[in-house]
């Protein structure tokens, strides 16, 4: 059964320290994994995506890796702001499928 | 910022109620979708359509239901609401992108309480 896997499930961190969110994946065939960030209340948004070639990625202050041979990717935020407190979601989609595998996200709040 | 829509954003009502609720995209996007979110829970696929006229079902058992008449539009409807229903819906759509960096944009979500 394909199942993606976040740690940790919460955090709380100070504002401008750095953290990092992983995310390990029994997905298989792999096609990709992508980020999203989920404000409360809102919908998810996409932060990076990354293929089986890629090792890692960066958008702003977010930057991904990806391990695929021992299937497993973090999420590194540098300089930590209020605005980061969210949820993010690591997705994974199959190889050949379009229907994609959701973690239950890791909760980060941000503090002063 | 996504052009995907739903409405309501909030609804409480009671059991027994029909509702439906609106999802609309104006990026022009073949694919829509429906999941469920639980707090603190991943979410599941429970309707997608991959154009007018095309509706399956996902991995989520639902007693829901969808339609696709106009490619902009992806209503779900609850013939019966029930305690069980209470959750978030969040509607999505994709374009399609050199085939696996297709994109899902996903609309702010509903927020259903069933009493």
């Known amino acids: 059964k394909n199942q993606v896997e976040q740690s940790p499930q919460s955090l709380i961190i100070l504002e401008g320290k750095n953290c990092t969110l992983q995310?390990?994946?029994?997905?298989?065939?792999?096609?990709?994994l992508r980020w999203y960030k989920q404000d409360t209340g809102r919908g998810p948004v996409s932060l990076t995506i990354m293929t089986f070639s890629e090792n890692t990625k960066s958008n702003g202050r977010y930057t991904a890796t990806l391990d695929a041979d021992t299937k497993q990717s973090s999420l590194h935020i540098t300089a930590s702001q209020l605005s980061d407190s969210a949820s993010y979601i690591c997705?994974?989609?199959?190889?050949?499928?379009?229907?994609?595998?959701f973690g239950t996200g890791t909760q980060l709040k941000v503090e002063l | 910022e996504a052009d995907i829509y739903q409405t309501p954003r909030y609804l409480v009502i009671g059991t027994g109620k029909k509702i439906t609720l609106e999802c609309s995209q104006t990026m022009g996007h073949d694919k829509m979708y429906w999941y469920q979110q639980d707090p603190g829970m991943e979410l599941h696929l429970i309707h997608y359509?991959?154009?007018?006229?095309?509706?399956e079902k996902g991995d989520l058992s639902s007693e829901s239901t969808v339609s696709r008449i106009r490619t902009e539009h992806f209503p779900l409807t609850l013939e019966s609401a029930r305690p069980s229903h209470t959750s978030q819906y969040l509607c999505a759509s994709s374009d399609v992108m050199r085939g696996s960096q297709e994109t899902q944009y996903f609309g702010p979500g509903t927020r259903l309480l069933v009493l």
């Open positions: 995310c390990n994946y029994t997905v298989s065939p792999f096609s990709n």
């Open positions: 997705v994974v989609r199959p190889g050949g499928g379009n229907k994609l595998t």
């Open positions: 359509s991959y154009g007018v006229n095309s509706t």
